[in-house]
């Protein structure tokens, strides 16, 4: 049984790499909720760099920016928040109201 509630990280060191030829690779599982959103199951790259340190703090990186991003999905396809949200769409009354311009379109006096 798995311990997190979730199947990340893709290894089992919690780095998201992989080294091969003494190249470090970025490895990282879609999340099934989030397959549809995606080509392959798997994103997979090169870091370009033989250095564990460099390769570390690139991963961490760009997992954050994954997580953002997934994050990001989630929320757009969440009807149950949805409609809580305010569908806010700008006119130029509530504009010049929120600005306190009294007059639009000439000088008042």
Sequence with gaps: MNPLPYN????NSGSFLFRKSGVYYFV???PTDLARHHTTRRISFSLRTRSAAVAKRQAYEIAA????H?????MSDDNLLSR????ITPSSDTITQSVGISGVGGASR
């Design 8 to 11: 990340e990280p893709y290894n």
């Design 65 to 68: 920016k994954l997580d953002r």
């Design 84 to 87: 809580y949200q305010r569908k």
């Design 28 to 30: 990282r599982r879609v």
């Design 70 to 74: 997934w994050h990001d999905l989630r």
